[in-house]
């Protein structure tokens, strides 16, 4: 008899109100896979992407939806792993990977990562997509160096307050701006200076230049940029922004795509080396929300969309 299991899917894409709480079968490992029993999951706003069938992906249906899980591996044939550790991953629910949100989810060897000790899997599972975002945008796509600075638009989110922590743990001086009610959060994290996202941007050198608002006022950001700057284009896929060329080349200046879906698994795991040890620091953290059941996903993906304040995570073992 065919093992089943409880799972949040799509068998189509639309609204949250397509995502479906139901039972479906364990899925089965390959020669190169771990299959692990999920403890707790984190929504992403990728994730709504993907349901709403807005980032072109495979999705096989019936399709688990999420990305992100910390769990246990119960059963393994590779080297790495062995029943009973306690792993993580970052990269599920995309390019025809079957998603986290389920009792069991199978995870290529080569995007899960030990989860180091003494860490909660709450604590771990609420950094584990922004802090790969934050890294990949940072240090390989932005070349960020020690003593550069970064400005952070929008630092007051989980991509924002990862992306301020990591850059300020690297040695770069850190300017955010975000809403009011973060200033001290934001300065928590690292943040050197602060300022309102509704203000003029305090004029400086940047170094590195990252809009995670989406909003990409480029002729305001473009003359703050030192010689050789860059900007980082993570957010805002309907922005269509005014570009001053002239005062983006006369500086030897650029703007650099990036999206954590094209990341390689090489990518991942470099990633998932500094999150580790950022996380077995103590020195990586968010704000979450009140966990809520696997059999809540459709609400969360509601609260994700409506704009919520705090990370979003479903306890799933148990449900």
Partial sequence: MTETMRAAYITSYGSPDVIQYGELPVPAPGPTDVLVRVDVVAVNHVDTFVRAGAYATSTPFPFVIGRDLVGTVVRSSVAEFAPGDRVWCNSLGHDGRQGSFAEFAVVPRDRLYLLPEGVEPAEAVAVLHAAATAYLALFRTGGLAPGETVLVLGAGGGVGSALVQLAS????????????????????????????????????????????????????????????????????????????????????????????????????????????????????????????????AADAHRQMESGVRGRILLNVSGT
């Fill in 169 to 296: 743990a690297a040695g770069a001086r850190v300017v955010a701006s975000c809403s009011p009610d973060d200033f001290d959060w934001v300065q928590s994290c690292g943040a050197e200076q602060v300022f309102d996202y509704h203000s003029e941007v305090p004029a400086s050198a940047v170094d590195v230049w990252i809009d995670n608002s989406g909003r990409h006022d480029l002729e305001a950001a473009v003359p703050l940029l030192a010689q050789g700057g860059r900007i980082i284009a993570l957010a805002g896929m309907a922005a269509r922004p005014v570009l001053p060329i002239g005062a983006l080349y006369t500086r030897d200046a650029s703007i650099r795509g990036f999206v954590i879906s094209n990341a390689s698994a090489g990518d991942l795991a470099d990633a998932a080396k500094l999150i580790n040890g950022q996380l077995a620091a103590k020195r990586l953290r968010a704000r979450t929300r009140p966990a809520l059941p696997l059999s809540a």
